[in-house]
T-cell receptor, first 108, second 115 residues
Framework: AQRVTQPEKLLSVFKGAPVELKCNYS??????LFWYVQYSRQRLQLLLR??SRESIKGFTADLNKGETSFHLKKPFAQEEDSAMYYCALREYGNKLVFGAGTILRVKS | DAGVIQSPRHEVTEMGQEVTLRCKPI?????LFWYRQTMMRGLELLIY????????DSGMPEDRFSAKMPNASFSTLKIQPSEPRDSAVYFC?????????????FGDGTRLSIL
């Protein structure tokens, strides 16, 4: 079965420090991966997708097929980045498999 | 656009009672998803509809759970009878037709507490 693993339930960093939210996947085909984010009192929303190779709010994520990883990175964390982050894998059609999520807390 | 609309926002009820959660997807979207969010298991897909037809219900935990989509603008998730372990936040999401890489748009969720 396809799986998405986010090993950290909580990641706490200081403002200005680099951030890396880990995501590993298992998938037999060519994977499509996404990061979704849920800010406090807001809806879960798409942050970025690997096929777009984009940087959103300073975040980037590179698909590493050798390591089966799609870690989310930002060089300098900001307090407004504090949120719940979900890594997701497209299984087929529009169906996504989500990881368990990581809470990011950025301290001042 | 109000986005995906879920009701109620909060539900507290006693075990054994029937619970019905409601979802109105974004107009024009043809895929609808029901998810359950818990601290232990994260976000789990319960069921996925495409053009009002259930495509994948492998995530529905047991027969106590059922979901319907009678038309393109409305879906329900029903739990009967409810149990304390069903307590969670239930999200509905929808996505538009087109290529398979369309993002999912989530509602605010229903926070369900079964006493």
């Amino acid at each position: 079965a396809q799986r998405v693993t986010q090993p950290e339930k909580l990641l706490s960093v200081f403002k200005g420090a680099p951030v890396e939210l880990k995501c590993n996947y298992s998938y037999s085909g060519s994977p499509e991966l996404f990061w979704y984010v849920q800010y406090s009192r807001q809806r879960l929303q798409l942050l970025l997708r690997h096929i777009s190779r984009e940087s959103i709010k300073g975040f980037t994520a590179d698909l590493n097929k050798g390591e089966t990883s799609f870690h989310l990175k930002k060089p300098f964390a900001q307090e407004e980045d504090s949120a719940m982050y979900y890594c997701a894998l497209r299984e087929y059609g529009n169906k996504l498999v989500f990881g368990a999520g990581t809470i990011l807390r950025v301290k001042s | 656009d109000a986005g995906v609309i879920q009701s109620p926002r909060h539900e507290v009820t006693e075990m054994g009672q029937e619970v019905t959660l409601r979802c109105k997807p974004i107009s024009g979207h043809n895929s609808l998803f029901w998810y359950r969010q818990t601290m232990m298991r994260g976000l789990e897909l319960l069921i996925y509809f495409n053009n009002n037809v259930p495509i994948d219900d492998s995530g529905m935990p047991e027969d106590r759970f059922s979901a319907k989509m009678p038309n393109a603008s409305f879906s329900t998730l029903k739990i009967q009878p409810s149990e304390p372990r069903d307590s969670a936040v239930y999200f509905c999401a929808s996505s538009p037709p087109g290529q398979s890489n369309q993002p999912q748009h989530f509602g605010d969720g229903t926070r369900l507490s079964i006493l």
